[in-house]
């Protein structure tokens, strides 16, 4: 596999907290994408980071990468009951040929 | 708003059935891709396209067929169905390499293999 064991969590926090979610790889990677997927849905793009970045934010997501211990980091600040889902991180590389191999997720519930 | 439509959204299939999973996009994305998707495993990639006429297989091909006849078509077949098929499929397409592009993701096609 991929991943590291830990990529597969579950959280529950009230609304209004901050979480950070944190995912694990074994390969190296170029790229790391994080995706959103509401009950029901397909998977929807939230931030890609590339290897030569350590942070990017997008409105009130920050995600970090670390490629020296081959780690990225979500993080929702202010969480809204609409945070609700399942957020998982995607790597690939230039050798797996286009391919974006998935984690396993964080489940996460927000409490109103 | 990129646009990926897979169909049925429902199936319910009988063992030693066929089976095949449509797709459709209209982002004029060079790259589909077929996941399924059941718990504990995440996301896992079956079979994907760069282009009209080629498929090439993902990390969990064997019992699935892919065929992408067009830039906006890539459908996904089982020839003889087995339950243990029975999952939620996502077809996506995208258009960058390497992973650098976004996915964009249809709302999956429940399938259910009796």
């Known amino acids: 596999s991929q991943w590291g064991e830990e990529n597969l969590q579950a959280l529950s926090i009230q609304e209004g907290e901050d979480v950070t979610m944190n995912c694990s790889y074994k390969?190296?990677?170029?790229?790391v994408q994080w995706y959103r997927q509401k009950s029901g849905k397909g998977p929807a793009q939230l931030i890609l980071?590339?290897?030569?970045?350590r942070e990017k934010r997008s409105g009130r997501l920050r995600a970090t990468l670390d490629t020296s211990s081959q780690s990225s980091s979500l993080s929702i600040t202010g969480t809204l009951a609409t945070d609700t889902a399942v957020y998982f991180c995607?790597?690939?590389?230039?050798?797996?040929?286009?391919?974006?191999?998935f984690g396993q997720g964080t489940k996460l519930s927000i409490k109103p | 708003e990129a646009a990926v439509t897979q169909s049925p959204r429902n199936k319910v299939a009988v063992t030693g059935g066929k089976v095949t999973l449509s797709c459709n996009q209209t982002?004029?994305?060079?790259?589909m891709y077929w996941y399924r998707q059941d718990t504990g495993h995440g996301l896992r990639l079956i079979h994907y396209?760069?282009?009209?006429?080629?498929?090439e297989k993902g990390d969990i091909p064997d019992g699935y067929k892919a065929s992408r006849p067009s830039q906006e078509n890539f459908s996904l077949i089982l020839e003889l169905a087995t339950p243990s098929q029975t999952s939620v499929y996502f077809c996506?397409?995208?258009?960058?390499?390497?992973?650098?592009?976004?996915?964009?993701f249809g709302e999956g096609s429940k399938l259910t293999v009796l």
């Open positions: 996506a397409s995208g258009d960058g390499w390497g992973g650098a592009g976004q996915l964009y």
């Open positions: 390969t190296y990677t170029t790229v």
């Open positions: 980071i590339r290897s030569n970045e």
């Open positions: 995607a790597t690939a590389t230039n050798y797996n040929q286009g391919k974006l191999i």
């Open positions: 982002n004029n994305h060079n790259n």
């Open positions: 396209s760069y282009g009209a006429g080629s498929t």
